[in-house]
């Protein structure tokens, strides 16, 4: 089962507005990754972050992580028309490759 | 650049056929995975396989089998395909505990 939560599930927004996601996860973890996926093709890796940080920033997109709440959000400020995706956040289990992966935030922005 | 690589973008097979599905990668990852993505469910882990010859079940296995001779290949079969196995599969591999890296996906139907 799914162990990994986005909120929201679905999130539309205006290009030029920032959107943000929500992560929750139950398990201990070494990092926590968020993906994009674009309608009809694969996951792309977008951000990792590790469980000593608590911010990190790539361009526009800002992760932050609460370990104490086992929570993360992205945030990705500026929206484009092209950032329309789905986004998911994942947790490998510690020292292994197997990760459990969120339902998505299906993100549409509108020009 | 890394590159993981399914055979098939789209793939059309009948009720009761063997259906293989392949994947290869050529980034030397020792991690491997199958997983079928459905509307409303999210991504899940079908096998996995750690190693050459290795293969651990994920959470829904039935109906499938897989095959990793070599490294960069890892093979899904579906034994005796049924309708409810049309679905989008996803290839991704990995090291470690570092993000994984998918392909495309292999829109799978089942008449």
Same mark, same amino acid.
């Given at each position: 089962?799914?162990?990994?939560?986005?909120?929201?599930?679905?999130?539309? /927004?205006?290009?030029?507005?920032?959107?943000?996601?929500?992560?929750?996860?139950? +398990?201990? /973890?070494?990092?926590?990754?968020?993906?994009?996926?674009?309608?009809?093709?694969?996951?792309?890796?977008?951000?990792?972050? =590790?469980?000593?940080? =608590?911010?990190?920033?790539?361009?526009?997109?800002?992760?932050?992580?609460? +370990?104490?709440?086992?929570?993360?959000?992205?945030?990705?400020?500026?929206?484009?028309?092209?950032?329309?995706?789905?986004?998911?956040?994942?947790?490998?289990?510690?020292?292994?490759?197997?990760?459990?992966?969120?339902?998505? +935030?299906?993100?549409?922005?509108?020009? | 650049?890394?590159?993981? %690589?399914?055979?098939?973008?789209?793939?059309?097979?009948? %009720? @009761?056929?063997?259906?293989?599905?392949?994947?290869?990668?050529?980034?030397?990852?020792?991690?491997?995975?199958?997983?079928?993505?459905?509307? @409303?469910? @999210?991504?899940?882990?079908?096998?996995?396989?750690?190693?050459?010859?290795?293969?651990?079940?994920?959470?829904?296995?039935?109906?499938?089998?897989?095959?990793?001779?070599?490294?960069?290949?890892?093979?899904?079969?579906?034994?005796?395909?049924? %309708?409810?196995? %049309?679905?989008?599969?996803?290839?991704?591999?990995?090291?470690?505990?570092?993000?994984?890296?998918?392909?495309? @996906?292999?829109?799978?139907?089942?008449?």
């Amino acid at each position: 089962s799914q162990q990994g939560e986005e909120d929201p599930q679905a999130l539309s /927004i205006q290009e030029g507005e920032n959107a943000t996601m929500n992560c929750s996860y139950k +398990t201990s /973890i070494n990092n926590l990754q968020w993906y994009r996926q674009n309608s009809g093709r694969g996951l792309v890796h977008l951000i990792l972050i =590790r469980s000593n940080e =608590r911010e990190k920033h790539s361009g526009r997109l800002r992760v932050t992580l609460d +370990t104490s709440k086992k929570s993360s959000s992205l945030l990705i400020t500026a929206s484009r028309a092209a950032d329309t995706a789905s986004y998911f956040c994942a947790t490998p289990a510690p020292n292994a490759g197997k990760s459990t992966f969120g339902d998505g +935030t299906t993100l549409t922005v509108k020009p | 650049d890394v590159k993981v %690589t399914q055979s098939s973008r789209y793939l059309v097979k009948r %009720t @009761g056929e063997k259906v293989f599905l392949e994947c290869v990668q050529d980034m030397d990852h020792e991690n491997m995975f199958w997983y079928r993505q459905d509307p @409303g469910l @999210g991504l899940r882990l079908i096998y996995f396989s750690y190693d050459v010859k290795m293969k651990e079940k994920g959470d829904i296995p039935e109906g499938y089998s897989v095959s990793r001779e070599k490294k960069e290949r890892f093979s899904l079969i579906l034994e005796s395909a049924s %309708t409810n196995q %049309t679905s989008m599969y996803l290839c991704a591999s990995s090291s470690r505990d570092q993000p994984q890296h998918f392909g495309d @996906g292999t829109r799978l139907s089942i008449l």
